[in-house]
């Protein structure tokens, strides 16, 4: 995906080689400590079940949160992934425990979701 090539080059930029970026890659258990899951999130009113699971699992997610029926809209998934980089990266290193924070197409905030 082309939003992934885009994080990889920004990063380069500062960071260097301090993170690597997969996009469709699985992930195990083994890895909750030092992965970041971005994925969508279905739910009408509550978190999925898979969100949940991998909040269980010991994973920090970052969930886009759209309408069961809502269509996944790259261009605009992409600009507010972009305009919440810094605040993605903020959380990352603030938040030590698996917890699961959420937005929406535009967002420019991150919203804490309690543990269910």
Not at 45 to 67: C, D, H, M, N, P
Not at 75 to 97: G, H, R
């Amino acid at each position: 995906m082309r939003l992934v090539h885009a994080l990889k080059v920004i990063h380069s930029m500062k960071e260097g080689d301090r993170y690597e970026f997969h996009w469709g890659k699985r992930v195990t258990v083994e890895d909750a400590s030092n992965t970041v899951v971005l994925l969508l999130d279905r739910g009408k009113r509550k978190l999925e079940i898979s969100t949940q699971k991998y909040q269980e699992a010991g994973f920090k997610v970052f969930a886009l949160k759209v309408s069961p029926n809502e269509s996944l809209d790259t261009f605009e998934l992409s600009l507010t992934v972009l305009s919440i980089w810094k605040a993605i990266f903020e959380k990352i290193s603030a938040v030590d425990s698996p917890s699961v924070f959420t937005y929406k197409y535009g967002a420019k905030r991150l919203r804490l979701v309690q543990a269910m």
